[in-house]
């Protein structure tokens, strides 16, 4: 999916926003947990709490000898709340009220009605500056490492003696910082994991991490882990393993969201691909935590291309996987304990057989009528009759804000094989193939042979679309394998009702990868008998396989 993503959902000078069920709080979770993730041996001179105006509120603590040797004697900002209010960081709340420093950091909070906030600010020469470099903020370590000094992050041994100073809010978020440290400890590849920022909900606080595993066919599986604050830890409440595939590094996410109703956050978990940025949604509805599937393609899964809008969930597919497209889209809404399609938000465009051939473009097709349609979800399918056409004219069509656009238009003989390279589930499909008549329900009805053709890593599965032959429709499967470069063959005819199998051909070499052309199939009619020749094309064009019946079986020729 070609959109902009970002790691985090916090910005520099944009202190993080959590609610509570009595308050609403704005805790730096952006800086403290980014601050943490590398840990490095900071030094100790003595640290001080200060109230508004600059009072000391106490006699200043020292840092334990642990923590590091001091550092030299240079200039440094003074450590007042009046200081760090300079930077405006924490002007939301009326700038901050507590301020505690050391080592050159300073952790600064503030109250205004029903909101708390923190900022954690790092000594430049003579002021201060909040601590995120960058125009958002990234727990990578790599982008704090000490090469660069300026980015050199707080220990977290540091960043818990400041916190102790201000305010016991920011508890859950120093202790998060431990977990995330703990992770990135463990992953040191920033691709391989992610954290979300501290969620409050009516049922407590939550965090989520992401961490990679062993690789899948499109990338690192990833697994989340839940957590919730008892008050005192974090403590796991779940997990969910094999939630989507691709990297949790650059353009990837773990987002707190409100999609299926649990009175517990949902989470959504962006990782990127080449072309696509995969999300799963992790949720407790129905009391365990688990991916939710949605309705896409040929079936129920947990990673679809697409992104979090509100409550809804807008998906994607790219019919040839580059950025060339075509790109199709499809909103879904938990229900059932599914994501499903559902309308696309705004006004819903007229259905009816003149409106449908209305958005059909009049250089591409000419005396167009459409005597069927049904339209559901942001799609429509019609049937009728056209110039040029020798059989029926087939379109279909998806929803543009308030009109249609015409996807396909043509004898519908491929229509089976839409969910593959459209955001039309089957599902869908096959409900509006059900109110366009017979003459459609053998491209239809191949959906559920689509179903269980599959890839692995070792094969590459394709279906054909139909094949009229002298009144008759056929359908073949393939099977390729790639470690061994031969193909297999499942050849179906349908009886009516349903797609009833033949026989099977093969394996048989494939000289020119046979998969590899669009329209490898061809049916051809022969006057020997009822069955035609079935002739497969490689994408070396001048290799051919033919399939042909014989001696009661169908066997492959020259």
């Given at each position: 999916?070609?959109?902009?993503?970002?790691?985090?959902?916090?910005?520099?000078?944009?202190?993080?926003?959590?609610?509570?069920?009595?308050?609403?709080?704005?805790?730096?979770?952006?800086?403290?947990?980014?601050?943490?993730?590398?840990?490095?041996?900071?030094?100790t001179p003595a640290m001080s709490a200060h109230l508004p105006g600059g009072a000391v509120a106490g006699p200043p603590a020292r840092l334990p000898a642990r923590l590091g040797a001091p550092l030299l004697h240079r200039a440094a900002p003074a450590c007042t709340t009046s200081?760090?209010?300079?930077?405006?960081?924490?002007?939301?709340?009326?700038?901050?009220?507590?301020?505690?420093?050391?080592?050159?950091?300073?952790?600064?909070?503030?109250?205004?009605?029903?909101?708390?906030?923190?900022?954690?600010?790092?000594?430049?020469?003579?002021?201060?500056?909040?601590?995120?470099?960058?125009?958002?903020?990234?727990?990578?370590?790599?982008?704090?490492?000490?090469?660069?000094?300026?980015?050199?992050?707080?220990?977290?041994?540091?960043?818990?003696?400041?916190?102790?100073?201000?305010?016991?809010?920011?508890?859950?978020?120093?202790?998060?910082?431990?977990?995330?440290?703990?992770?990135?400890?463990?992953?040191?590849?920033?691709?391989?994991?992610?954290?979300?920022?501290?969620?409050?909900?009516?049922?407590?606080?939550?965090?989520?991490?992401?961490?990679?595993?062993?690789?899948?066919?499109?990338?690192?599986?990833?697994?989340?882990?839940?957590?919730?604050?008892?008050?005192?830890?974090?403590?796991?409440?779940?997990?969910?393993?094999?939630?989507?595939?691709?990297?949790?590094?650059?353009?990837?996410?773990?987002?707190?969201?409100?999609?299926?109703?649990?009175?517990?956050?949902?989470?959504?978990?962006?990782?990127?691909?080449?072309?696509?940025?995969?999300?799963?949604?992790?949720?407790?509805?129905?009391?365990?935590?688990?991916?939710?599937?949605?309705?896409?393609?040929?079936?129920?899964?947990?990673?679809?291309?697409?992104?979090?809008?509100?409550?809804?969930?807008?998906?994607?597919?790219?019919?040839?996987?580059?950025?060339?497209?075509?790109?199709?889209?499809?909103?879904?809404?938990?229900?059932?304990?599914?994501?499903?399609?559902?309308?696309?938000?705004?006004?819903?465009?007229v259905c009816s057989t003149t409106a449908l051939a209305m958005a059909v473009d009049p250089g591409s097709a000419q005396g167009i009528v459409f005597t069927k349609a049904k339209c559901a979800d942001g799609w429509a399918l019609a049937v009728g009759t056209g110039e040029g056409?020798?059989?029926?004219?087939?379109?279909?069509?998806?929803?543009?804000?308030?009109?249609?656009?015409?996807?396909?238009?043509?004898?519908?003989?491929?229509?089976?094989?839409?969910?593959?390279?459209?955001?039309?589930?089957?599902?869908?499909?096959?409900?509006?193939?059900?109110?366009?008549?017979?003459?459609?329900?053998?491209?239809?009805?191949?959906?559920?042979?689509?179903?269980?053709?599959?890839?692995?890593?070792?094969?590459?599965?394709?279906?054909?679309?139909?094949?009229?032959?002298?009144?008759?429709?056929?359908?073949?499967?393939?099977?390729?394998?790639?470690?061994?470069?031969?193909?297999?063959?499942?050849?179906?005819?349908?009886?009516?009702?349903?797609?009833?199998?033949?026989?099977?051909?093969?394996?048989?070499?494939?000289?020119?990868?046979?998969?590899?052309?669009?329209?490898?199939?061809?049916?051809?009619?022969?006057?020997?008998?009822?069955?035609?020749?079935?002739?497969?094309?490689?994408?070396?064009?001048?290799?051919?396989?033919?399939?042909?019946?014989?001696?009661?079986?169908?066997?492959?020729?020259?």
């Amino acid at each position: 999916m070609n959109r902009p993503a970002t790691r985090g959902a916090l910005s520099q000078g944009a202190p993080c926003q959590r609610r509570q069920p009595h308050r609403l709080i704005a805790v730096g979770a952006s800086c403290l947990l980014m601050a943490a993730a590398v840990v490095v041996a900071p030094m100790t001179p003595a640290m001080s709490a200060h109230l508004p105006g600059g009072a000391v509120a106490g006699p200043p603590a020292r840092l334990p000898a642990r923590l590091g040797a001091p550092l030299l004697h240079r200039a440094a900002p003074a450590c007042t709340t009046s200081a760090v209010n300079k930077t405006g960081a924490l002007s939301g709340v009326g700038g901050a009220s507590r301020v505690a420093c050391a080592q050159g950091w300073a952790l600064a909070t503030g109250s205004r009605g029903m909101t708390d906030a923190a900022e954690l600010f790092r000594a430049k020469g003579a002021a201060w500056s909040p601590s995120a470099p960058g125009d958002e903020v990234d727990f990578a370590p790599e982008d704090y490492g000490s090469g660069t000094s300026e980015l050199v992050p707080v220990s977290l041994g540091l960043l818990q003696h400041l916190g102790a100073e201000v305010a016991p809010f920011v508890k859950p978020d120093i202790a998060a910082a431990t977990v995330v440290a703990k992770l990135a400890g463990a992953h040191p590849l920033s691709s391989s994991w992610a954290a979300s920022a501290v969620v409050t909900s009516a049922s407590g606080q939550w965090l989520a991490t992401g961490r990679g595993s062993e690789e899948g066919l499109s990338g690192p599986v990833v697994t989340v882990d839940v957590y919730r604050w008892s008050g005192a830890q974090w403590a796991l409440q779940g997990d969910a393993a094999g939630v989507a595939s691709g990297s949790l590094g650059e353009g990837g996410s773990i987002i707190a969201a409100s999609l299926t109703g649990s009175s517990q956050p949902d989470f959504a978990i962006n990782s990127s691909g080449a072309d696509t940025l995969w999300l799963s949604v992790i949720s407790a509805v129905g009391g365990k935590w688990h991916a939710v599937a949605f309705d896409y393609g040929y079936g129920p899964t947990t990673a679809v291309d697409g992104r979090v809008v509100d409550h809804l969930v807008e998906t994607e597919v790219d019919g040839c996987g580059c950025a060339a497209g075509p790109e199709t889209s499809l909103w879904e809404a938990y229900s059932n304990g599914v994501f499903e399609p559902v309308s696309p938000p705004g006004p819903v465009p007229v259905c009816s057989t003149t409106a449908l051939a209305m958005a059909v473009d009049p250089g591409s097709a000419q005396g167009i009528v459409f005597t069927k349609a049904k339209c559901a979800d942001g799609w429509a399918l019609a049937v009728g009759t056209g110039e040029g056409f020798s059989s029926q004219v087939v379109g279909l069509f998806e929803q543009q804000r308030d009109h249609w656009q015409a996807i396909t238009l043509d004898d519908g003989d491929g229509l089976g094989l839409a969910p593959s390279v459209y955001d039309i589930p089957a599902s869908l499909l096959e409900m509006l193939g059900e109110g366009t008549g017979s003459s459609v329900a053998p491209a239809i009805a191949s959906t559920a042979l689509a179903r269980s053709c599959g890839d692995s890593a070792n094969e590459m599965c394709a279906l054909s679309g139909v094949m009229p032959s002298d009144g008759s429709d056929w359908l073949l499967r393939a099977i390729q394998s790639t470690r061994r470069n031969t193909a297999s063959f499942t050849v179906y005819a349908w009886s009516g009702r349903a797609w009833d199998m033949q026989g099977n051909v093969g394996p048989v070499v494939d000289r020119g990868s046979i998969l590899g052309l669009p329209g490898w199939y061809q049916a051809v009619t022969t006057s020997s008998g009822s069955a035609p020749e079935l002739v497969v094309r490689g994408a070396a064009v001048a290799w051919t396989v033919v399939l042909s019946y014989s001696g009661g079986a169908w066997r492959a020729g020259p």
